[in-house]
């Protein structure tokens, strides 16, 4: 989806609209979540479609941008620390507020401590760390990144890093629990574990390296969505389950089945300039919807006592909570943010 003026090229908007995709379908997931009193079949499936492929459509986007970074060459390190920094910030910001609605009244220094050090993760917010160990890495290693992504070997090692954190997942840590939690997850807590995930991250960096300029770029896509559906439907019917915590191989392919899925129908909305612009503008500016949306979600269902709502009034809420953080990330950013 790449145009060209008589002056220079406009960008691609596919990163964009994937990540806006993204984010629209989490915040729906959020909101239903806090509001919804789950009794209409039609948007329960879009709570369980959130659930099931956000995280990953963004894992495997987020790789896909630092592989069209490597295609040109090492990072750029300042501008790649500050976003890194600036992700953690948000995560400390967001994870802060909703420790002191939800066990902080008072807070102790102990609870913020503990949020600090990243041993206690709240709800909602403990996915954006991925984001942040992910981006350390390439920050630290880019060279190493680009020399595997070249090769293909990248991939490889991704898939290798996920049976080892199925292996690592099974052991006791004992005192060291906090750490696995973070890096393969630990039984029934929301974890979304570092190298758990990776597989999808190097998958994203892969595509972005390799596919972005080619020729056959829509050929790919086509047969990476083919793979991943086919993946899905066959793993479906032999009784596999679509775990998150850990991650098992049928919810990692639905995730990239919407991604490759949602990039062969992006062309279509060309001839929807408003869908284009609203979610390209989400992808964009996805950290300014993150901690907008869940600081606004979660401090209005705490206002209003967790109160569950029919399908119409949750679906006003959904177009508050995205109207409210529209305008935010408006009057904060004058100009588009880059990716």
């Not at 691609?12 to 979540?33: E, P, R, W, Y």
């Not at 990144?145 to 049976?163: D, E, H, M, N």
């Amino acid at each position: 989806m790449e145009k060209t003026t008589d002056s220079k090229p406009i960008r691609d908007l596919s990163l964009d609209l994937l990540k806006g995709t993204a984010v629209f379908f989490m915040i729906v997931t959020h909101v239903n979540a806090f509001f919804y009193n789950a009794q209409a079949a039609w948007l329960n499936f879009f709570t369980w479609w959130g659930a099931t492929i956000c995280f990953v459509t963004f894992v495997f986007a987020y790789g896909w941008g630092y592989g069209i970074k490597f295609s040109k060459g090492p990072l750029d390190k300042w501008p790649t620390f500050k976003r890194v920094l600036g992700i953690l910030l948000g995560y400390y910001l967001v994870s802060g507020w909703i420790y002191l609605i939800w066990w902080g009244r008072p807070a102790t220094p102990a609870g913020l401590l503990k949020i600090f050090l990243l041993l206690d993760l709240p709800e909602f917010t403990e996915f954006i760390l991925s984001f942040v160990f992910y981006g350390a890495l390439v920050l630290l290693f880019d060279r190493f990144f680009i020399k595997l992504a070249r090769s293909f070997w990248l991939p490889v090692l991704g898939i290798a890093t996920y049976v080892l954190s199925r292996y690592l997942y099974g052991l006791d840590w004992g005192w060291a629990t906090a750490g696995k939690s973070l890096l393969v997850g630990h039984e029934n807590l929301n974890r979304w574990g570092f190298l758990s995930f990776f597989a999808i991250f190097a998958f994203g960096v892969t595509f972005g390296y390799h596919f972005l300029k080619s020729p056959r770029r829509r050929l790919w896509q086509l047969g990476l969505f083919a793979v991943s559906a086919l993946a899905v439907l066959l793993l479906s019917r032999a009784g596999f389950s679509s775990e998150r915590w850990p991650p098992s191989v049928l919810y990692l392919f639905w995730g990239l089945a919407y991604s490759f899925g949602a990039l062969n129908v992006f062309p279509l909305l060309t001839k929807l300039p408003a869908v284009l612009s609203f979610f390209s503008y989400l992808g964009r500016n996805a950290l300014d919807f993150f901690i907008g949306s869940t600081l606004v979600t979660i401090t209005a269902a705490d206002l209003i006592g967790y109160r569950r709502f029919p399908e119409a009034a949750t679906l006003a809420v959904l177009t508050g909570v995205l109207a409210i953080n529209y305008l935010l990330s408006r009057l904060i950013r004058k100009t588009p943010s880059p990716s």
